[in-house]
């Protein structure tokens, strides 16, 4: 690893979670913004992006144009939208770089272009980029292993403002996944996002989705086991939307010296998935 510090660039600068990745840059030692960048025809192009975060002027000035960031970047960070990091990823493969990735709502299309840019990117992506959510999977895999489908039920609810397009979350999915780990199952196969209506008994061995939207919250998940008589939850609250900028810091500081190839918060922080 260079003994300079790591030049980060943060595309979609001028939204709210690329202003709080822009401060937790700013925050952070060993790193410096080296580039900013938002969409075309954004009222953010040409202004610094210090001061759009609220920082005061930095010097750096969001362009339109992510390619000459990414060039002398060594990394990016990462939180628009699926189609964007899709393109990004395409980039960051070709600069050979550090590509954080907390775009929630991608499809298996976009997880297959993800892993083909990982060839020659180091691609960190998670549905959460918190330690305490990560720490949450691995108890929940944890206690899905330990209590049978048959003696507990697992509903996944979750929590989040009222600007959030996707849904379930993509928090809420990696807790599924987690779940899903823990039972042997496959989740696509096992799970129900939607009740209305009649919809009849609880299949054993489901894991369900309940989405709740409003407000300015930042994001509420918990994870319910429902027994007879009995009703085991495990829950994660976030305050601050620092908390995922940061472990998106880490993350980036991490990859940094690591080969090529895809990569999770789990292997970030050294959680164990067994």
């Known amino acids: ?105 991608c499809t298996d299309d976009d997880e297959a272009k993800f892993l083909a840019a990982a060839r020659h990117a180091r691609i960190v992506k998670s549905g959460n980029m918190s330690l305490g959510v990560n720490l949450l999977a691995v108890l929940v895999r944890q206690a899905a292993k330990a209590l049978a489908a048959a003696d507990f039920d697992i509903e996944v609810l979750e929590m989040h403002h009222r600007h959030k397009v996707d849904a379930p979350s993509g928090t809420a999915l990696l807790l599924g996944e987690a779940a899903a780990e823990g039972r042997d199952i496959v989740l696509a196969e096992n799970s129900t996002r939607v009740r209305d209506g009649i919809t009849g008994a609880r299949p054993a061995g489901e894991i369900g989705f309940a989405t709740l939207r409003g407000g300015s919250v930042i994001g509420e998940h918990s994870v319910l086991y429902a027994g007879e008589g009995e009703t085991i939850e495990l829950t994660h609250r976030a305050t601050d939307r620092l908390l995922f900028a940061r472990g998106a810091v880490k993350a980036a500081l991490w990859a940094w010296d690591k080969n090529p190839g895809r990569y999770d918060m789990l292997d970030v922080l050294g959680l164990s998935k067994d």
């Open 1 to 105: 690893m260079s003994s300079q510090p790591m030049k980060i660039v943060v595309v979609g600068a001028a939204g709210r979670m690329g202003q709080t990745l822009v401060r937790a840059v700013a925050e952070t030692d060993g790193v410096i913004l080296s580039g900013a960048t938002e969409r075309e025809g954004s009222d953010a192009i040409g202004k610094d992006a210090g001061e759009i975060a609220g920082l005061g002027a930095n010097g750096v000035i969001i362009s339109d144009d992510p390619l000459p960031a990414f060039v002398e970047a060594d990394g990016v960070l990462d939180f628009t939208i699926p189609a964007a990091s899709v393109e990004f990823s395409t980039l960051a493969a070709q600069a050979r770089i550090v590509h954080v990735i907390g775009t929630t709502g």
